[in-house]
Every structure is written in C-alpha cells, then in structure tokens.
DNA sequence: CGATTTGTTGACTAATATCAAACTGTGTGG
DNA sequence: CCACACAGTTTGATATTAGTCAACAAATCG
C-alpha cells in the first residue's frame, strides 16, 4: 500500500476529488521515517517546516503545565497528519510523540503549499480534516468535564474504536493501542490508580479489557450505554469506505 | 465602525491581505441581526447554510451531554465567527448560543464559498482562524485536565482578558463578561457552588473580582502565577493593532 | 411590587487523588 | 539459566477536592 493511501482515503471521503488530485497526493514527496516509540517528532516552542503523516503506528499530543503535570490531548493513528496545524501557526503550542515504534512520512511545508495552491480541492479536504481535529477536541472537552471517570474512559475507548475501524484498523471487536495505565491518566485527567481501577471493572463486567497494548471491546453496546457515545462529531463518512 | 472591521483586522494580524482582499472581506454580504441574550443561532444537528460573525455581544457554543449536563466548550468575543467549521462540517455537532444581547451577521456559506475561492490569502487567514479556535480547545482540555478549580477558574479569565484585549475591548484592568456563576460551572466542569466559592477567594486575596457580568483583573501578576497561564497558545499578534 | 433568577452559606457526601508497598512480567548481563 | 533491574500493574489505607442538598438572601425583571 502507497505510503499516503489511507490519507487519500480519507479525504476522499467527503470530498469529490479528481483522479489527477489523488495522483497529485500520492505523488506528494514524503521523507519516510521508521522511529522507535516515545520518539519527539515536534515541541513545543519548535518552528517546524515540514508536517507527519503517521504511515503506521500510534503518536500522540501533549502539553505539559507550568504545573509540571502532562496532559495528553489526542491519539493519532495512521492516516493522520496531527501537526498539520504547523503549516499556519508556526510555532507549536505543543508536543507530538510517537507512542509505538512508528513509521512517518515527513512533508515539507513547501510541498504542501505548491500542493494546496494549485490543488484547491485538496486544501478544502485538508481543511476539513483540521476542523474535525478541533470538533474531537470539543468532544474531548466535553469528555473531561461532564462525565465521571468510567464513562470517561469508555468513550475515549469508543472513539478510538470508531476511528480505528474507520481506516480499516479494526473490525470493531479489538485493535492496537500501545498505551500505559499512566498515559490513559494523562489523556483522561484521572490518576493511575483510578485508571486501573476503571479497567479492571470493566473487565470485570465483561464490557472491555485493555492487555498487553490491545484493547478488546467485549460489549459495545454497554460500552456505548456507558459513555454515551455519539460518533457524528467524528463526521465519518455514512458508508464505509469500499476498499 | 464597519461589521466586519475587527475580523478584517485580527486576519490581517498574521496574514498579508492587500488593499484589494481587505475591500473583498468588507464588501462581504452580512445579514445584520440584533438578538437578544439566549437566543440560539445554531443546534446542534442542524445544517446550515450560513456562518455568523459576532459583531457586538457574547456567544458560547456547548453541547448537552446524554448524561444531561451541559458542557460549554467556548465563550465567543466580537471579531469571531464561532461557526466557521459549518462551511465544512455540514452537520453542527454543538450549538451556539447568544450570551448577550447581540449583533450578529450572517453569512451565507455561498458567500464564503466565493470569497474563498477567489481570494486565497482570504482562505488561508480563515484557516488560520479555525486552527487557532482548535488550540484553544486544546488549552481548554489542558485547563480541564491538570488544573484544580481556582487555576482553571483563573486560567480561563486569564484568556479572556487576552483576547479582549486583542480586539480593543479590555484596557487589561477590566473588561465585560455577562455570564453567571452557573455558566462559569457548565464551562469549567465545576458545581455552582465551587465558582462562588473560588470567586469569592479571588476577591478575598484582590486577585479578581466578576460581578454584575464585569470581570476586573485586580492583579495579573497573581493571576497568571494561580493559573500558570501562558498565551502563546492564542497565536496573536507580537505587536498589538495599531488602530 | 411579587416572582423568578442568581448568588451565598453550612452541613454532609461522594468521587478521586495520594501514598506506599507489593506484585508481575520482560529483558539483560553475568 | 539465573539474578537482577526496570517498567508497568495492582492493592489497601488515607487525604483532599469537589459535589450535593437545602435553605436563605440579594438582585433583577416584568
């Protein structure tokens, strides 16, 4: 599979794009990059020129406060270009992490704007990928402040699900997601201890299990039921992609 | 002042329009409501096919949870335009909501549409408007996160004052804010009784004082240190607007 | 002016954090 | 192959933060 399919893929998604625009994405020039887990793509503060595309493998965002405390703000899967933003707000606000062993595709920032400057479509659909970015964080928002721990976890879960399934990464029954106890508390506001507790009562009503970096979704209507997770703020295509 | 002056100016802020972009953002066509506070402007769910440029007042966009709390997910300021994503997204994922009695234009998305396509520097300062809405969020996830009630109380004020600032509408000292201690709740995630009571604190320590929809910053040195704000996140300007 | 919303207070409860220790697995060097 | 180190998970006890409830006061509105 080309390094950039399952980013076409997607942007085909809600986007009518031409044959000649897919040949022009897939002809983007990418510097492929294979990096060990807990590998720091971008900082905060750096002034990238170039953007990642996660070709394989999980990364995520981060920010830690003056605090000393780290918030991780999103997962990223493969198909995501998660600093994306870079191309117009030079400096970064924040960190971006791999959390596996990973493959990324670097893009120059020029490619991407002689791409979007001759290709208007494709800077619509790379638009909209970057306000579905922000309608996550909202959910995310959302997330943190009405739900109790649980349920917090349950739709963080439910979320990745759907993404994953979304580019073919999961058949709604498990997937990958290389993530510790303590890195789920940094994403969800929770201590470690609280995490584990959470997970273990889930497995305990057969609702879900996260072992080894591999979530099992024994019950999704329970984990829906527990969450209430609603997936249209992912903005997925109604029918799924046909390979 | 023209309706769309401090849009035109805040896009101006990072992006080179020439004399002939900054007439075509003016000569935009606005619907001009005046709206009292609690109106609805979008729902969530539905399509529209305008966005609206808040020209006088206070917006907030939030969602109702299924648990049935509500979670507001920002607090809008004149200049914005909270809906832009809807040119995009086609289906609302929040609602947005007057918190004042306002001004409001409406946009039609064909407008924009337009606008956009003719203008590319036009297009690429919106973008940059959407991306930073996107690091707010994300500020927002971190305030939820890591921060107790008073720093994220303080936090968010904190930003507040920046961002009025920016558009002329805080000297730094104090600026309005008609929300009620209830509101700040839904915002923060925090019980209406824990906002008085950290409200009540800042007054105490003449930190800050909200009353009667004022906020007045008594002390920013000790507001940022109870928050550990920082705005880099907001993207604006290094030099304010010269009027 | 009464009615309703908003702000304030105290007593009590619930959720979650913190701390400290033990346990499990996994990889590494001797 | 074992011993050890290390990272991750699990556990119990305790502390802290914030929520809930209920009443009342103050402000606002028609």
């Known amino acids: 599979m080309h390094p950039t399919e399952m980013l076409t893929r997607r942007l085909r998604v809600d986007n009518h794009l031409t044959n000649d625009e897919a040949t022009a994405l897939r002809s983007l020039p990418l510097e492929i990059k294979t990096l060990p887990a807990d590998t720091y793509l971008v900082l905060e503060g750096d002034r990238p020129n170039h953007s990642c595309l996660i070709i394989k493998g999980f990364a995520s965002r981060s920010k830690v406060a003056t605090n000393g405390k780290r918030q991780i703000l999103s997962f990223h899967i493969p198909g995501d270009i998660p600093d994306l933003q870079s191309l117009f707000l030079k400096t970064m606000d924040h960190d971006l992490v791999t959390m596996s062993p990973a493959t990324v595709g670097y893009i120059a920032h020029s490619a991407l704007e002689r791409l979007i400057g001759t290709h208007p479509a494709i800077a619509r659909a790379l638009w909209r990928e970057t306000l579905i970015d922000a309608a996550i964080f909202r959910e995310w928002i959302v997330n943190m402040g009405v739900r109790p721990a649980a ?45 584990n507790r959470v997970l273990q009562a889930f497995r305990a009503g057969r609702v879900l299990d996260l072992q080894k970096n591999f979530v099992t979704i024994e019950n999704y209507e329970k984990v829906v039921e527990a969450s209430g997770f609603d997936d249209s703020y992912l903005h997925l295509a109604r029918n799924p992609p046909s390979s």
């Open 151 to 195: 349920a917090r976890m349950a739709h963080l879960l439910a979320e990745l699900r759907q993404r994953m399934a979304a580019v073919g990464l999961s058949n709604g029954e498990e997937f990958e997601f290389p993530v510790t106890q303590s890195e789920l508390g940094e994403a969800l506001g929770l201590s470690t201890v609280r995490v």
